[in-house]
Nanobody, 115 residues
Framework: QVQLVESGGGLVQPGGSLKLSCTAS????????MGWYRQAPGKQRESVAT??????TYGDWVAGRFIISRDNAKNTVYLQMYSLEHEDTAVYYC??????????WGQGTQVTVSS
């Protein structure tokens, strides 16, 4: 089993920055990649960014505002977010997928962008 623990969410003003962290533990020997997804009220969950040995991917709407990074020694993935907008308000979920295609999810962390 794999556990994902997220942190770093909160309330931030428009134009502000926030950094999310997600640490994986458990049977992660088969891990291939990690990433962040988000889900706003009334909307479908969407991919924000992913990172693996194959590289990084970002949602088209990120437009260079977010940076995903990974510390393999700590089994931790980060999402640095800049220039946050009201539309970025959502629950952000950490995701880990294995080489066999199994997906694991964190419990989610709320990000609220509001003045």
């Amino acid at each position: 089993q794999v556990q994902l623990v997220e942190s770093g969410g909160g309330l931030v003003q428009p134009g502000g920055s926030l950094k999310l962290s997600c640490t994986a533990s458990g049977n992660i020997f088969n891990m291939y990649g990690m990433g962040w997804y988000r889900q706003a009220p009334g909307k479908q969950r969407e991919s924000v960014a992913t990172i693996s040995s194959g590289g990084t991917t970002y949602g088209d709407w990120v437009a260079g505002r977010f940076i995903i990074s990974r510390d393999n020694a700590k089994n931790t993935v980060y999402l640095q977010m800049y220039s946050l907008e009201h539309e970025d308000t959502a629950v952000y979920y950490c995701n880990l997928w294995t080489m066999t295609g199994t997906n694991y999810w964190g419990q989610g962390t709320q990000v609220t962008v509001s003045s």
